[in-house]
Nanobody
Framework: QVQLVESGGGLVQAGGSLRVSCSAS??????MGWFRQAPGKEREFVAG????????YYADSVKGRFTISRDNTKNTMYLQMNSLKPEDTAVYYC?????????????????WGQGIQVTVSS
C-alpha cells in the first residue's frame, strides 16, 4: 500500500525557515513534488524533483528561497523553506508520480499526502 506522510510543518515568523518532509512507502517514484493550497485558492505547484535529484524545478514565487531534495535510502523528500513570507502560508502537499513528466502538472501525480499546515506570521 502506497503512503505519503508529511511532517515538519508549523508556525514561523516572516523571514524564518522551516523544513517539511515527506516519507514515502509502498514503492519508489520517478518524480516527486510539493504543491500548496491557500484558503480560497487552487492548489499550485511549488517544487519538483526527479528520482535521482539531479533534475529539479521550482515555481517562480519560491525560486531562490526553497530547496527540494530527496534521500532515496530513506525514501524521503524534503522541502527546505527559507526567507518565508506570509504569502507562503498554505497547506503543503507531497505528491509522487510513477512516470517522468513536466513535474509542474498536478494531473501527472498519482499519489498524494494528506497535507500539512505551514503558517507564516507577519
Amino acid at each position: 500500500q502506497v503512503q505519503l506522510v508529511e511532517s515538519g510543518g508549523g508556525l514561523v515568523q516572516a523571514g524564518g525557515s522551516l523544513r517539511v518532509s515527506c516519507s514515502a512507502s509502498g514503492r519508489t517514484f520517478s518524480t516527486m513534488g510539493w504543491f500548496r493550497q491557500a484558503p480560497g485558492k487552487e492548489r499550485e505547484f511549488v517544487a519538483g524533483t526527479s528520482w535521482s535529484g539531479r533534475s529539479t524545478y521550482y515555481a517562480d514565487s519560491v525560486k531562490g528561497r526553497f530547496t527540494i531534495s530527496r534521500d532515496n535510502t530513506k525514501n524521503t523528500m524534503y522541502l527546505q523553506m527559507n526567507s518565508l513570507k506570509p504569502e507562503d502560508t498554505a497547506v503543503y502537499y507531497c505528491a509522487a508520480s510513477t512516470a517522468m513528466g513536466t513535474m509542474t502538472n498536478i494531473f501527472e501525480y498519482d499519489y498524494w499526502g494528506q497535507g500539512i499546515q505551514v503558517t507564516v506570521s507577519s
